[in-house]
């Protein structure tokens, strides 16, 4: 997946899941090299009840100042309510293009 600096892109994001727990949050966030994090505007998905489901999430990302971030990711993690619980974590490669 390309992603340009410095131009609004939007991502939609298919989550398919298989949910034990009675709820969970979903995450969508950014990273760079050394755990650099970037958050979208909108980050999250609630589910609410335990099933296999299906759902998408979109979110917008202007990256900028990304200078040594390469690697950059796209991630999602998906935290059961439940602290006892182990969370899911998934990422994409994005490459990135400069202006």
Do not use: C, W
């Not at 992603?3 to 709820?23: A, V």
């Amino acid at each position: 997946t390309d992603i340009y600096e410095g131009q609004d892109t939007s991502f939609t994001i298919d989550l398919n899941y298989r949910l034990l727990e009675p709820s969970a949050t979903m995450n969508v966030f950014f990273s760079g090299e050394n755990d650099v994090y970037f958050s979208p505007d909108e980050p999250s998905i609630d589910i609410t009840q335990a099933a296999n489901g299906s759902s998408s999430i979109t979110v917008n990302h202007e990256p900028i100042d990304l200078e040594g971030a390469s690697p950059y990711y796209l991630n999602v993690l998906m935290q059961p309510s439940d602290p006892d619980s182990t969370a899911i974590f998934d990422r994409k490669l994005l490459t990135i293009h400069s202006n």
